[in-house]
């Protein structure tokens, strides 16, 4: 087989996996080849050389419905398979992977080289100590979000202990403390201010890249609004500012830790980004931090091991060790057992309350490692259910700290599943879900399942350092002290664009809201959120008030604007947290569409 051929596939199995863009306007004949490959083994002569002209073409996705797009999938993913149980090494693929990489202009050959060769790694490893891999496995996971055939695979499920979510006393209100959350610090130990900010790589602002011309186009001292991290300065002023204006008794971080420079993460960088912001954080705080592991602080990024694998190049392990070394001075012996397995621990900072951090990374669809698994990953599902029953049992209110919401279509529909069915358990035992990753400031309802109109439970997403088109904010929650509910929290923001404007004058932070006024609710129960869903239907100002704080009134998202399209997707995003469970999105919609008649 020629080598073109061969890397013109693993392209396809990459690009597939990532854009879906430059499939081109040959995909009939693709799949017609293909097929008749795996059916006769022999390369069919009208395809020896394919040009990557015709391929570049930019692709009507619309011509293409998903079920041809899983064939696709599924048939370049077999081929894979027998070439590299026919012998082909990763060294090859890598490098045919490569040349198509470049030649069709995806990336530069750096970042090209530097995502590629591990991800390689990992599924030849897969596939030559895994019997049962398949195209539909593989494809059923990276195409996670167009609802492949998986033959049955990832449908999995875990046991949920039987009895109703016991009844549970009312915030009164009358003694509270505070908890600060902070999420996605993408520290990025290379950011330099005055570079171009449209660099043509991932992540731009490195020292490594191209000056800017002039203020307009050039990186600034604190960050920017589109593919640029945390530069270290911004960090120290974040942490001081906090440490010096606000009290609060513990801090929740929601992991994401490691930068956007995927294509040059190393288990050496991280180990070093990881362990600098750890520093970081006990050099300014005198609280508890209970921390949690973000998809970017594996290397390769998203990618966590399945049990088993000891191999110390591909075995997540470290990160484990890292992190059970870096956290210890919070966490119990229990706590760092229960990392060093799987990246998960709960602690009880005082009496009354839990804090269960999991490691919801193992649901994302970039976790090539899934597509070994067919099973709760690190049993850690399982371990979530005992902890909750022993809660429930001790009386003790559970708050939940996790990356990844659960609603997008890149966190694999058994997770999530599952995870929701415990929720519905023990609703009245957890009180709080803290989650991060989308870089915005959100919010999830989760509803009973079998009465559609009854909330059960809110997650609070943001408080993310990362600009990623918002401005930086952290957030700091009212907690009763009886019954750990949240009362209320309030958002702190600066603008980025006055701040970069100059650098020498101080930041200038501000409370951008607090949810209890400025969404005129009396409580953050669940019930009171349902409610304000309903209103936001009839009343748009309150989603606009939604979109703004969604992006902490930054001057690209309050440029571009939220219209009646957006104004539903908003609504909809806040009561999925089931990626293929559109229910309750079609319900809130439909009543969006009623009051506008
Ligand atoms: C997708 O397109 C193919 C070919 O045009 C067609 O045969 C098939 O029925 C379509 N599938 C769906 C689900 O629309
Ligand atoms: C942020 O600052 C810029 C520059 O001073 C200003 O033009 C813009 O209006 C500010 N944005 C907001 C939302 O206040
Ligand atoms: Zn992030
Ligand atoms: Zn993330």
Not at 171 to 192: E, G, M, Q, V
């Amino acid at each position: 087989m020629e080598t073109k051929w061969f890397g013109f596939l693993v392209l396809c199995a990459c690009v597939c996996a990532s854009t879906s863009r430059y499939i081109g306007d040959g995909f009939q004949l693709i799949t017609n080849v293909l097929s008749e490959y795996l059916q006769t083994g022999i390369s069919p002569l009208y395809w020896q050389n394919p040009s990557p002209n015709t391929l570049q073409s930019d692709y009507d996705l619309k011509a293409v419905n998903d079920s041809q797009i899983c064939l696709l999938c599924d048939l370049v993913a077999d081929f894979l398979i027998i070439e590299r149980k026919l012998g082909v090494s990763d060294v090859q693929i890598s490098a045919e992977a490569h040349y198509i990489c470049t030649v069709l202009e995806i990336e530069n050959s750096r970042v090209c080289n530097g995502v590629i060769k591990p991800v390689v790694e990992i599924f030849t490893y897969m596939i030559d100590n895994d019997e049962d891999i398949s195209g539909s496995r593989i494809c059923g996971l990276v195409l996670s979000e167009k609802n492949c055939d998986t033959k049955g695979n990832y449908q999995w499920t875990i046991d949920v202990p039987p009895g109703i979510t016991i009844e549970k006393p009312k915030a009164d209100a009358t003694k509270t403390f505070n908890i600060l959350h902070i999420s996605d610090i993408h520290y990025d130990p290379r950011y330099t201010p005055g570079k171009a900010k449209q660099c043509g790589e991932p992540l731009c602002c490195q020292d490594d890249q191209e000056d800017g011309t002039d203020a307009s186009d050039s990186c600034g001292y604190w960050s920017e609004y589109s593919s640029a991290d945390v530069p270290l300065h911004t960090l120290q002023e974040a942490f001081n500012h906090i440490s010096t204006t606000q009290e609060f008794d513990y801090i929740y971080y929601t992991g994401d830790t490691v930068n956007h420079r995927v294509w040059g993460t190393s288990i050496e960088a991280n180990s070093l980004d990881i362990t600098t912001v750890t520093e970081q954080f006990k050099k300014y705080f005198d609280v508890p931090v209970y921390p949690v592991l973000g998809n970017h602080e594996p290397h390769p990024v998203n990618a966590w091991s399945s049990e088993g694998v000891v191999d110390a190049a591909l075995s997540t392990r470290w990160l484990f060790d890292l992190a059970a070394e870096q956290w210890g001075e919070w966490l119990t012996d229990e706590a760092k057992r229960t990392i060093s397995i799987g990246g998960y621990y709960s602690v009880s900072p005082r009496k009354g309350l839990r804090v269960v951090v999991l490691n919801n990374n193992v649901c994302y669809n970039e976790n090539w490692w899934l597509i070994k698994e067919n099973k709760d990953p690190y049993g850690q599902l399982a371990w979530l259910s005992g902890v909750l029953l022993e809660a429930e049992k001790a009386l003790e209110s559970v708050h939940i700290l996790m990356h990844m919401p659960t609603g997008t279509g890149s966190c694999m529909s058994s997770w999530s599943r599952e995870y929701g069915r415990l929720i519905r358990r023990f609703a009245n035992t957890i009180t709080g879900q803290f989650t991060g990753h989308s870089h915005k400031d959100e919010m999830w309802v989760y509803y009973d399942s079998s009465d559609p109109t009854l909330a059960v439970s809110v997650s609070w997403n943001g408080a993310s350092l990362i600009a990623d088109k918002a401005n930086p904010s952290y957030k700091l929650y009212q907690i009763d002290e009886g019954t750990f509910d949240v009362l209320d929290f309030e958002e702190w923001t600066f603008n980025l664009t006055r701040s970069n404007l100059d650098a020498a004058k101080n930041v200038e932070w501000y409370k951008l809201y607090s949810f209890k006024d400025a969404y005129g609710v009396d409580d953050l129960q669940p019930a009171d959120v349902d409610n304000l869903l309903t209103r936001m239907t009839k009343d748009h100002s309150l989603i606009q008030k939604y979109y703004n704080y969604k992006f902490r009134n930054s001057d690209v998202a309050v440029k571009e604007g939220c219209d009646e399209h957006c104004e539903k997707d908003l609504l909809c995003n806040i009561v999925t947290t089931l990626h293929d469970d559109d229910e309750h999105c079609k319900r809130l919609q439909q009543l969006y569409d009623e009051n506008k008649t």
